[in-house]
């Protein structure tokens, strides 16, 4: 008789090991992986992307499509029980009721075409509670979860929430039946730093109350520094490192995790300050942008040095990728100045602008959007000489793209490759090389950088400092990621609600923040040391003077 | 909402004032209907009677003028051929097609939708390949060919379902068969497809992780989203067979306004020709106008 497998711990995973069969063939998603979560703990498996991290909770919550997913060995043991070996509808009473799970993107999670109030509902009418009961119910985890107006939320869509409500509805729908388990993958990576703060609050909060085990998947080391007990480090389908968070971050074992520790930004002496002298490359002045009622932009001036990195932070709705916008003339504000070695941008004529346009590159935040996928890399590069032919002759636009290409860290050979073919981080590279095809002065940064991962991250700014020096380049650097801005910026603008409210050099903004909201900015943002983030948790509790209810 | 209405009625109007114009100079084109209304050894007097009595002898400008004056009271002319108010045909034989096309689309979307959806629910399956194979069969199947087919199998060898006509409810058994099958093809695979990417959405990923039963995932959270681009195709498909089905309403001898429309424009029936197209129009812009709505209905995020 086979050996009944026992265990102790609310919910282990032993020894599991998913395939998938893909046209490319077979990818061994995760292979041997095993780990436990106990009532009441909050565990973090941390990851880049690729790494397998969210299939043992795709296996958990039997959302694997088979095919072209297959589990090849391992046991689930939720309760003792191995859930691999229930059938579908003693899986299906366990999703929701027992083990619940929230995305990284509400807004595509939760479905667009019915009210929230009757989506947080169904969880509980989905587990045999009756409608009435379960709507009352719906109303009070909207209270507890903290959206504002709850009997009008209930009736509404999901669209007329922000992003953080968005992810609270979510976070109500999964506690609504109690589960013993909550599983987060990613839970507020595309939130603000300040809503990220407030949701991992609430998540903690809802923990202590019902003593749920968490899971956590993320790829973010300030989020396991805030928020986990124990961490699991996986690379490339396998477990390379697991143990006390705090430990782990102090003393890795592993050379990835190490890797991983090392790539995290915001860590070290801020660079010297260059100095500030002569003409500005570029001037704004009272820029402003209204879309209807909504004011973008509200009066906006600064300036950009030949060579100089000025970063803009700010929170979604802020105009920071309006100003950024603004600045290319990809979206004329209605009224203001760009000034380009003191000539206005906004006053010129097309035929002005379009000589113009080399100098002013950008780069957006998704490499997959902004390249057209029908095009290889050196139609994309060589495109720019095709529009400006009096920058390069056509014989020298092999040479200058193989050129290119090494340039931002890829081969001469890939000129030939698809964006499809590429990884994030390289396609990001690729956008890069475009940008440079043109031989341009500024280069705007719109989120370049946030949807990679740490490790691809540091690569690409240290790329990006690389070229400022090599060739005197001046970058505007939108970002919400404040240990990034500074590691790279020279200066910082903050920008709250279409106005600069501080503006200075790294170090004046982030050892020594004047205006509240630049401060509540840089409590929020979550170090990766799980000690320094301890000792803030602290510091923001004495702040608010209790922990809020 | 409103506004919606007000500036899509307006905009429809002024194409149906382009429409009938066009139409009227283009239908005169055609010649002098005369000699097909009068026999053979018909006198010139009689002609020239006939002629003055329809005013065909004035210039077709003042002929138009005339009609757009009857128009404006309310008055589409008289038909030739029926001797009566045109309006009073077309209204008839619209009643027909409407009843057809009512009956067709409703058995249509309903087995569309339900096949089409357990298709996309298990892609590459038995059922699936079935409903695949079936269905581009039917959106390619000619229904001039199909009918014609129909009529020898259960009419005449079988003798089960009449020939042509109306007057019991098995003349209605064929017509409506032979015209469910085109867009019964078009739109289930059309809704296979939506369903397919819905179910392979986000929130669909959400619904399986609270526990939510297949049968609700397929009906609950997927085909209220899949629906949006059907609904486009179904709107498509009835204002097809709404504008005459020509074809089938001809083969079936069904009393519609697809084989008025023939009838009356081999026989220079002027008037009823335009007060054809108007219905017609009028119809496609309701058709139109339901597709808009309905869009608004299902999805909270559309509002006009």
Same mark, same amino acid.
């Given at each position: 008789?086979?050996e009944?497998?026992?265990?102790?711990h609310?919910?282990?995973?032993?020894?599991?090991?998913?395939?998938?069969h893909?046209?490319?063939?077979?990818v061994?998603a995760?292979q041997?992986?095993?780990w436990?979560l106990?009532?009441?703990?909050?565990?973090?498996i =941390?990851g880049?992307?690729g790494?397998?991290?969210?299939?043992?909770?795709?296996?958990?919550?039997n959302?694997?499509?088979?095919?072209?997913g297959?589990?090849?060995?391992?046991?689930?043991?939720?309760?003792?029980?191995?859930? =691999?070996?229930m059938?579908a509808?003693?899986?299906?009473?366990?999703?929701?009721?027992?083990?619940a799970?929230?995305f990284q993107?509400?807004?595509?999670?939760?479905?667009p075409?019915?009210p929230?109030g009757?989506?947080?509902?169904?969880?509980?009418?989905?587990?045999?509670?009756?409608?009435?009961?379960?709507?009352?119910?719906?109303l009070?985890?909207?209270?507890? +979860?903290?959206?504002?107006?709850p009997e009008?939320?209930?009736r509404?869509?999901?669209?007329?929430?922000s992003?953080?409500?968005r992810?609270?509805?979510?976070i109500a729908?999964?506690?609504?039946?109690k589960?013993?388990i =909550?599983?987060?993958?990613?839970?507020?990576?595309?939130?603000?730093v300040?809503v990220?703060?407030?949701?991992?609050?609430?998540?903690?909060?809802?923990?202590?109350?019902?003593?749920?085990?968490?899971?956590?998947?993320?790829?973010?080391?300030?989020?396991?520094a805030?928020?986990?007990?124990r961490?699991?480090?996986?690379n490339?389908?396998?477990i390379?490192e697991?143990?006390?968070a705090?430990e782990?971050?102090?003393?890795?074992q592993?050379a990835?995790?190490?890797?991983?520790?090392?790539?995290?930004?915001?860590k070290?002496?801020?660079?010297a300050?260059?100095?500030?002298?002569?003409?500005?490359?570029?001037?704004?002045?009272?820029?402003?942008?209204?879309?209807?009622?909504?004011h973008?932009l509200k009066g906006v001036e600064?300036?950009?040095?030949?060579?100089e990195?000025?970063a803009?932070?700010g929170?979604?709705?802020?105009?920071?990728?309006?100003?950024?916008?603004?600045i290319?003339?990809?979206?004329d504000?209605?009224?203001?100045?760009?000034?380009?070695?003191?000539?206005d941008?906004?006053?010129?004529?097309?035929?002005?602008?379009?000589?113009?346009r080399?100098?002013?590159?950008? +780069?957006?935040?998704?490499?997959?959007?902004?390249l057209?996928p029908?095009?290889?890399?050196?139609?994309?590069?060589?495109?720019?000489w095709v529009i400006?032919?009096?920058?390069?002759?056509?014989?020298k636009?092999?040479?200058?793209v193989a050129?290119?290409?090494?340039?931002?860290?890829?081969?001469?050979?890939?000129?030939?490759?698809?964006?499809?073919?590429f990884?994030?981080g390289?396609?990001?590279?690729?956008a890069?090389?475009r940008?440079?095809?043109?031989?341009?002065?500024l280069?705007?940064c719109?989120?370049a950088v946030?949807?990679l991962?740490?490790?691809?991250?540091?690569?690409?700014?240290?790329l990006?400092?690389?070229?400022?020096r090599?060739?005197?380049?001046?970058?505007l650097?939108?970002?919400?990621?404040?240990?990034?801005?500074?590691d790279f910026?020279d200066?910082?603008?903050?920008?709250?609600?279409?106005?600069?409210?501080?503006?200075?050099?790294?170090?004046?903004?982030?050892?020594?923040?004047?205006?509240?909201?630049?401060?509540?900015?840089?409590a929020?943002?979550?170090?990766?040391d799980?000690?320094?983030?301890?000792?803030?948790?602290?510091?923001?509790?004495?702040?608010?003077?209790l922990?809020?209810? | 909402?409103?506004?919606?209405i007000?500036?899509r009625?307006?905009a429809?109007?002024?194409?149906?004032?382009?429409l009938?114009?066009?139409?009227?100079?283009?239908s005169?084109?055609?010649g002098?209907?005369?000699n097909?209304y009068?026999?053979?050894?018909?006198?010139?007097?009689m002609?020239?009677?006939?002629r003055?009595m329809h005013g065909?002898?004035?210039p077709?400008?003042?002929?138009f003028?005339?009609?757009?004056m009857?128009l404006?009271?309310g008055?589409?002319?008289?038909?030739?051929?029926q001797?009566?108010?045109?309006?009073?045909?077309?209204?008839?034989?619209f009643?027909?097609?409407?009843?057809?096309?009512?009956i067709?689309?409703?058995?249509?979307?309903?087995a569309?939708?339900v096949?089409?959806?357990?298709?996309?629910?298990r892609?590459?399956g038995?059922?699936?390949?079935?409903?695949?194979?079936f269905?581009?069969?039917?959106?390619?199947a000619?229904?001039?060919?199909v009918a014609i087919v129909?009529?020898?199998?259960?009419a005449?060898?079988?003798?089960?379902?009449?020939?042509?006509?109306?007057?019991?409810?098995?003349?209605?058994?064929?017509?409506?068969s032979?015209?469910?099958?085109?867009p019964?093809g078009?739109?289930?695979?059309?809704?296979?497809?939506?369903?397919?990417?819905?179910?392979?959405s986000a929130?669909?990923k959400t619904?399986?992780a609270?526990g939510?039963?297949?049968r609700?995932?397929?009906?609950?959270?997927?085909?209220?989203?899949?629906?949006l681009?059907?609904?486009?195709?179904?709107?498509?498909?009835?204002?097809?067979?709404?504008?005459?089905?020509?074809v089938?309403?001809?083969v079936?001898g069904?009393?519609?306004?697809?084989?008025l429309?023939i009838d009356?424009i081999?026989?220079?029936d002027?008037?009823?020709?335009?007060?054809?197209?108007?219905?017609?129009?009028l119809?496609?812009?309701?058709m139109?106008?339901l597709?808009?709505?309905a869009?608004a209905?299902?999805d909270?995020r559309i509002?006009?």
């Amino acid at each position: 008789m086979p050996e009944r497998p026992t265990t102790e711990h609310l919910l282990e995973v032993r020894d599991l090991s998913v395939e998938f069969h893909t046209a490319a063939g077979t990818v061994k998603a995760v292979q041997n992986v095993s780990w436990h979560l106990d009532r009441g703990e909050t565990l973090a498996i =941390l990851g880049e992307s690729g790494s397998g991290k969210s299939v043992s909770a795709s296996a958990i919550m039997n959302l694997i499509d088979m095919p072209p997913g297959k589990i090849t060995s391992g046991t689930i043991l939720f309760n003792g029980r191995d859930m =691999l070996k229930m059938t579908a509808e003693e899986r299906r009473a366990i999703n929701g009721a027992k083990i619940a799970m929230i995305f990284q993107d509400p807004l595509a999670h939760l479905n667009p075409v019915y009210p929230v109030g009757w989506q947080i509902a169904e969880m509980m009418t989905t587990h045999g509670k009756p409608g009435a009961d379960a709507s009352a119910r719906a109303l009070d985890l909207l209270k507890r +979860v903290g959206i504002p107006e709850p009997e009008a939320a209930m009736r509404k869509y999901p669209f007329q929430f922000s992003g953080g409500q968005r992810q609270r509805l979510m976070i109500a729908m999964a506690i609504a039946c109690k589960p013993d388990i =909550l599983i987060a993958d990613e839970p507020t990576t595309a939130l603000d730093v300040t809503v990220q703060a407030q949701v991992l609050a609430l998540l903690e909060e809802l923990q202590r109350e019902t003593g749920m085990g968490l899971l956590l998947i993320t790829h973010d080391l300030g989020v396991v520094a805030e928020i986990a007990d124990r961490v699991v480090v996986m690379n490339s389908g396998h477990i390379v490192e697991t143990g006390n968070a705090a430990e782990v971050y102090r003393n890795p074992q592993h050379a990835y995790t190490k890797k991983l520790i090392d790539a995290a930004p915001g860590k070290g002496e801020i660079p010297a300050e260059r100095e500030r002298q002569g003409e500005p490359l570029l001037k704004a002045v009272g820029l402003k942008k209204t879309y209807g009622a909504f004011h973008a932009l509200k009066g906006v001036e600064f300036s950009i040095m030949p060579g100089e990195t000025v970063a803009v932070v700010g929170e979604s709705g802020s105009g920071k990728s309006t100003l950024a916008r603004a600045i290319v003339r990809l979206d004329d504000p209605q009224e203001g100045q760009v000034l380009y070695r003191g000539k206005d941008l906004l006053a010129m004529s097309a035929k002005e602008v379009f000589g113009l346009r080399r100098d002013l590159q950008m +780069v957006f935040q998704d490499p997959t959007q902004s390249l057209n996928p029908r095009m290889s890399v050196f139609r994309l590069i060589s495109e720019a000489w095709v529009i400006h032919p009096d920058i390069l002759p056509k014989e020298k636009w092999k040479d200058r793209v193989a050129e290119l290409l090494v340039k931002v860290g890829l081969k001469p050979d890939m000129a030939d490759r698809y964006p499809h073919q590429f990884s994030g981080g390289q396609r990001q590279r690729i956008a890069i090389a475009r940008a440079l095809a043109m031989e341009p002065k500024l280069i705007v940064c719109d989120e370049a950088v946030s949807a990679l991962d740490v490790s691809i991250q540091a690569q690409v700014i240290a790329l990006l400092d690389g070229l400022r020096r090599e060739f005197g380049l001046s970058y505007l650097f939108i970002a919400h990621d404040l240990p990034v801005v500074r590691d790279f910026a020279d200066r910082v603008i903050v920008m709250k609600a279409g106005e600069i409210v501080e503006e200075g050099t790294v170090r004046q903004i982030f050892d020594a923040p004047r205006h509240p909201y630049t401060q509540a900015l840089l409590a929020a943002s979550l170090d990766p040391d799980p000690q320094v983030q301890a000792a803030r948790r602290s510091a923001r509790h004495n702040l608010e003077g209790l922990v809020p209810a | 909402m409103k506004s919606f209405i007000g500036k899509r009625a307006i905009a429809s109007g002024v194409s149906l004032v382009v429409l009938v114009v066009i139409v009227f100079f283009l239908s005169r084109l055609t010649g002098d209907p005369t000699n097909l209304y009068l026999p053979i050894d018909a006198t010139q007097e009689m002609r020239d009677q006939f002629r003055q009595m329809h005013g065909f002898n004035d210039p077709l400008i003042v002929q138009f003028g005339r009609y757009v004056m009857d128009l404006v009271q309310g008055n589409f002319g008289n038909s030739l051929r029926q001797a009566r108010p045109a309006m009073d045909v077309v209204l008839e034989a619209f009643t027909w097609t409407l009843w057809l096309a009512v009956i067709t689309m409703v058995l249509v979307t309903i087995a569309a939708i339900v096949i089409g959806s357990l298709a996309a629910f298990r892609v590459g399956g038995v059922f699936d390949r079935l409903a695949t194979f079936f269905s581009l069969i039917g959106a390619a199947a000619p229904d001039f060919w199909v009918a014609i087919v129909a009529i020898v199998i259960f009419a005449v060898n079988l003798h089960v379902l009449p020939t042509s006509g109306t007057g019991s409810v098995w003349h209605w058994v064929l017509p409506v068969s032979v015209l469910f099958i085109r867009p019964f093809g078009l739109i289930l695979q059309v809704v296979r497809g939506s369903m397919i990417s819905v179910l392979s959405s986000a929130y669909v990923k959400t619904a399986r992780a609270k526990g939510v039963q297949s049968r609700s995932i397929i009906f609950v959270h997927g085909l209220r989203n899949a629906m949006l681009p059907v609904i486009t195709v179904i709107g498509d498909q009835a204002a097809a067979i709404l504008n005459g089905a020509v074809v089938v309403e001809t083969v079936f001898g069904f009393p519609g306004i697809g084989k008025l429309m023939i009838d009356s424009i081999l026989l220079r029936d002027f008037a009823v020709v335009l007060a054809v197209i108007m219905v017609s129009a009028l119809a496609i812009f309701i058709m139109n106008l339901l597709i808009d709505l309905a869009y608004a209905l299902l999805d909270p995020r559309i509002r006009y």
